[in-house]
């Protein structure tokens, strides 16, 4: 019965442990099918200060999405073409407490 206990403690606290790290990993990061909380991550993207549909940093190490700024066809994941009129998703750059980190690069956009 001792042992049974001992096993049963090392698991709670293993849970523990485990549990809300995982959950803080997944919060900010971008799906396999390049979504954040339902919006693609391509297509027209608007600059906006206010109501966006995600926040973003801009980083140079550790992206959650590699953006490759394009003028025609931002057709795949990572490929953005910024609009002022009829944009896909509307993003608002920010310094601290972003939904997705990104890192600008001239080829192969998309999940790192």
Not at 18 to 44: D, E, H, M, R
Not at 91 to 103: S, T
């Amino acid at each position: 019965m001792n042992r049974l206990l001992v096993a049963f403690v090392a698991t709670v606290v293993a849970l523990a442990l485990v549990l809300p790290t995982s959950a803080a990993f997944a919060g900010g990061k971008v799906g396999k099918s390049c979504t954040y909380k339902g919006k693609q991550l391509w297509g027209k993207v608007k600059i906006v200060e206010h109501f966006p549909d995600i926040t973003v940093k801009i980083v140079e190490h550790f992206p959650d999405l590699k953006v490759k700024q394009v003028e025609h066809f931002p057709d795949s994941c990572g490929k953005w073409k910024f609009v002022e009129h009829h944009p896909d998703i509307k993003v608002k750059f920010v310094a601290h407490h972003a939904d997705i980190k990104i890192k600008y690069v001239e080829h192969f956009p998309g999940i790192p």
